[in-house]
């Protein structure tokens, strides 16, 4: 049983949930102002985890072929022919389906919202074949969690919307920031196939400046946030140590040397996103008391 399911587990990388769902948690966090109700938390763990699924699956599936002809994803599950095409459009559509649901047990508005939500994290698996702006677009499907979970746990949008506003900015740079690391492995094969990508356009030199430009932003909007929030030292503590791994993963990459793209990817952003919830929280319990 477990070997037969290994193969769905390495497609929708359950793991990559580690980008979005701490901030998910961390905006559910600061509008309950500490911990949320648990049906309430476990809604929103399952509805990150279902959208998730969703979109990694809508993506593989799509880009089946493109992935064939990469070099660095031929491997894939649907190229090496480990999985069935349609059996793939089938997950991704049970796991919309399963989303959009928990979404309406949440909250009407949760679920309304949940339609242009979901139209945002599929339609990012078709933006590189269109426009260069891709990258940002991934940025938003996942900045959608953080403002995903404050109306689940305020079931409206009235009153102060900064601070998951900021938060969303917050990751929509920063996702965006560091996929476009991730995407400077493929920019010779993205230019030779007529796929559109930031570092196929303008180069990888020029998208890891950009990169790193956007990480200031990331790290200017989370000290708004850290402000509109009122958030205090346990917090900004949290914050330094991210801003240092955010700044650790642009030294790992170089144009002339993308070897380490992936720890810059993966490892350290989890790390990320991991302190900046954990420092939330701690900061919310150290000022109840």
Not at 42 to 68: E, G, P, Q
Not at 116 to 126: K, M, R
Not at 170 to 194: H, K, N
């Amino acid at each position: 049983m477990i070997a037969a399911l290994r193969p769905w587990f390495s497609l929708v990388r359950f793991g990559h949930s580690i980008f979005a769902l701490p901030f998910a948690l961390a905006s559910a966090w600061l509008a309950a102002g500490g911990l949320p109700a648990g049906r309430v938390l476990l809604l929103v763990v399952l509805c990150a985890v279902s959208a998730r699924t969703a979109a990694m699956a809508f993506n593989r599936w799509l880009d089946r072929r493109i992935d064939a002809a990469n070099p660095r994803t031929a491997a894939r599950e649907l190229p090496r022919g480990v999985l069935a095409a349609p059996a793939v459009l089938a997950l991704a559509l049970c796991a919309a389906l399963l989303f959009v649901a928990l979404a309406f047990t949440l909250n009407p508005l949760c679920g309304w919202l949940s339609f242009p939500v979901l139209a945002v994290l599929l339609g990012y698996s078709a933006f590189k074949r269109f426009s260069a702006a891709a990258h940002f677009v991934l940025g938003l499907a996942l900045a959608l969690a953080p403002l995903g979970a404050w109306v689940a746990v305020r079931g409206h949008l009235e009153g102060d919307l900064a601070p998951p506003l900021l938060l969303a900015l917050a990751v929509l740079t920063w996702v965006t920031g560091f996929d476009l690391i991730y995407a400077c492995q493929d920019a010779e094969f993205d230019r030779a196939s007529g796929l559109h990508s930031i570092p196929a356009r303008f180069g990888v030199a020029r998208a890891l400046a950009l990169s790193s430009v956007l990480h200031v932003v990331t790290f200017v909007a989370l000290l708004g946030f850290a402000r509109r929030a009122e958030l205090g030292a346990v917090f900004h503590a949290a914050l330094l140590g991210a801003g240092v791994l955010l700044v650790w993963q642009h030294r790992l990459v170089s144009p002339g040397d993308l070897s380490r793209a992936d720890l810059a990817f993966f490892a350290l952003n989890g790390w990320v996103a991991v302190a900046l919830f954990f420092g939330l929280v701690l900061d919310l319990a150290w000022s109840s008391h």
